[in-house]
């Protein structure tokens, strides 16, 4: 077995694989503890925990078909024909069997949102998010919106994520970024960290380049529309509606209409 | 006075409402199905806790917006209705 630590925000991942390729991947992916992240987090005590045991030579190859989730008491399995994954009822301990880096990927998503929610502190997002002027900007939209166009036209802006955005709430309630270890393309990590979230884009292909404010309840109904999180306990779909109405709440959000080319840079501040 | 207006109204368990800026949406944790509602719809649903029929209501609404009876009953009823239209309330 190899081990493996990452400290993101306020919370400690560790990582038990089995075999080297795994821990590499991983590796590539989460930023590995420092010696000063230390066992503490500045003010606000301890860090959070959790602990992930990955295994491979799971299964098949994906096949299109869904999620299966099964829950008690002590736990919660997903299943799909390229993983399975037990966590705890918590979500601070789990065990991972993966078919390959796909598989991987999905049940990473899938597991780390989930946590984040549990304890309110953040969230998943399918979106891509750019820094501009020491913000973070999110993009979301449907598939084929444009939110990978996004990355790609904004170069030489550090990119924190192009599929699966990191969103922490601070104890003080601020939004913060983190750079997203869980990426489509440019799978190695940026330059920038973390950065306190800006503003939220709607993406609209368009002939002219614009933006208009959207409403605090059309932002919530949008953006939970594309938080990770396979539904499958009331209690924990009412701690994701909390956390999503936590960022609508504290964030701007705007239609933006664009072409595929920079311009739209001007439009926001 | 119609067939509704003294029927025992319940509201859906398990909805989550959130009000932003004046507007309230009412989240089905079961279904996942999400409806928005005005101001005003947001206080009708917050209101058929204590009162739960549509008379109970229109008094009420009547009184404290000092609106007349009649008119505040036909448009709580249209609202009601499709409450239970889309699911949110059920009656016996």
């Known amino acids: ?13 560790r990582f038990v694989v089995q075999t080297e390729h795994l821990k590499e991947w991983i590796a ?18 301890p860090l959070e925990e959790a602990v992930l045991t990955i295994k491979d030579f799971y299964g098949s190859m994906y096949d299109d078909g869904p999620v299966e ?7 919660v399995t997903y299943t799909r024909t390229d993983y399975r994954m037990v966590a705890s009822a918590d979500y601070s301990r789990v065990e991972l069997a993966v078919f390959d880096d796909l598989a991987l990927k999905h049940a990473l998503i899938n597991w780390y ?41 904004s170069a030489p802006r550090p990119i924190l994520s192009d599929e699966a955005t990191l ?24 330059e920038v960290s973390a950065c306190e979230l800006g503003g939220i884009h709607f993406l609209i292909q368009s002939a002219d380049v614009r933006r208009d404010p959207v409403s ?49 840079w001007g439009q926001i501040s | 006075m119609t067939v509704l207006a003294n029927q025992l109204l319940q509201r859906q368990e398990f909805i989550e409402t959130a009000e932003l800026d004046g507007e309230w949406v009412l ?22 806790e204590n009162c739960p029929t549509i008379s109970q209501l229109t008094d009420r609404i009547a009184a404290e917006f000092n609106a007349d009876r009649l008119q505040v009953e036909a448009d709580v009823e249209a609202f009601v209705a499709e409450l239970i239209r889309v699911g949110l309330v059920t009656h016996d």
Not at chain 1, 225 to 251: G, P, S
Request: charged share 25%; with cysteine.
């Open chain 1, 1 to 13: 077995m190899y081990l493996y630590q990452s400290v993101i925000g306020d919370h400690r991942i």
């Open chain 1, 28 to 45: 590539a992916r989460f930023p590995e503890e420092r010696q000063h992240d230390g066992a503490e987090n500045g003010e606000s005590g």
């Open chain 1, 69 to 75: 989730i099964e829950s008690d008491e002590d736990s």
């Open chain 1, 113 to 153: 949102s989930a946590w984040l929610i549990h304890r309110r502190k953040g969230l998943l997002i399918h979106s891509s998010c750019v820094v501009e002027n020491g913000k973070a900007w999110l993009f979301v939209g449907h598939s084929g919106a444009g939110k990978s166009t996004v990355t790609e036209l």
């Open chain 1, 167 to 190: 969103l922490l709430l601070g104890p003080d309630g601020k939004v913060t970024i983190q750079d997203s270890p869980l990426r489509s393309e440019n799978e190695e990590r940026g």
């Open chain 1, 216 to 264: 605090k309840v059309e932002t919530l109904v949008g953006l939970m529309d594309k938080v990770f999180y396979w539904k499958h306990n009331k209690l924990e779909t009412a701690k994701m509606i909390a956390v999503c109405r936590e960022v609508v709440q504290r964030t701007p959000a705007y239609n933006l209409y664009f072409q595929k080319n920079d311009t739209f």
């Open chain 2, 27 to 48: 989240l089905d944790l079961d279904s996942h199905s999400i409806t928005k509602v005005n101001e005003m719809g947001g206080y009708i649903w917050e209101l058929m």
